[in-house]
């Protein structure tokens, strides 16, 4: 199993679209701060320096790298560099965590390319990873425990018309 990490601002939001297409797991947490475990309040009200982030554990043989990103990129809008939908602030902004050279290579490219398409700049960190802790219980399959929040938060965020 292989694991990758996408900052994509509200976690709730992101994670089931990639459990559709073959992720084994998504766990839902904080990524690319200094210092000690954060809790979600700390995080949501910027005063850390983490990212609501995913971790994807996938089997290669099943979904590949580049699917996973391009699935990340087909679901966050990467022009806003302020944060995503109603969510603000910087951890709620986008990044890329790679964990080996592979994945630096593929999501440079697939960011790339998304700027050559659109003619404009895309505002996605791309970073080493260094840490992820995983989120408080109630975070993680948020979208299966509570459908009518989840599907309240979808709305009122702008993903979901």
């Given at each position: 199993?292989?694991?990758?990490?996408?900052?994509?601002g509200?976690f709730?939001?992101?994670?089931?679209i990639?459990k559709?297409?073959?992720?084994?797991?998504?766990?839902?947490?904080?990524?690319?701060?200094?210092?000690?475990?954060?809790?979600?309040?700390?995080?949501k009200?910027?005063?850390?320096?983490?990212?609501?982030?995913?971790?994807?554990?996938?089997?290669?043989?099943k979904?590949?790298?580049?699917?996973?990103?391009?699935?990340?990129?087909?679901?966050?809008?990467?022009?806003?560099?302020?944060?995503?939908?109603?969510?603000?602030?910087?951890?709620?902004?986008?990044?890329?965590?790679?964990?080996?050279?592979?994945?630096?290579?593929?999501?440079?490219?697939?960011?790339d390319?998304?700027?050559?398409?659109?003619?404009k700049?895309?505002?996605?960190?791309l970073?080493?990873?260094?840490?992820f802790?995983?989120?408080e219980?109630?975070?993680?399959?948020?979208?299966?425990?509570?459908?009518?929040?989840?599907?309240?938060e979808?709305?009122?965020?702008?993903?979901?018309?």
């Open positions: 199993m292989k694991k990758a990490y996408f900052a994509g509200c709730w939001c992101i994670t089931p990639f559709i297409y073959g992720a084994k797991s998504v766990t839902c947490g904080y990524a690319g701060g200094d210092g000690k475990r954060p809790t979600y309040e700390e995080v009200s910027q005063k850390t320096d983490y990212r609501e982030t995913i971790c994807v554990e996938y089997d290669e043989s979904v590949e790298y580049e699917k996973l990103l391009e699935i990340f990129l087909s679901n966050v809008d990467p022009y806003d560099a302020g944060g995503q939908f109603i969510d603000r602030g910087r951890s709620y902004t986008l990044a890329v965590f790679y964990v080996d050279d592979e994945q630096k290579k593929i999501a440079a490219e697939g960011i390319k998304l700027e050559r398409e659109s003619g700049k895309t505002f996605i960190s970073e080493s990873f260094t840490n802790f995983e989120a219980d109630y975070h993680q399959d948020f979208y299966l425990k509570n459908p009518e929040e989840f599907e309240k979808l709305i009122s965020s702008g993903r979901k018309n």
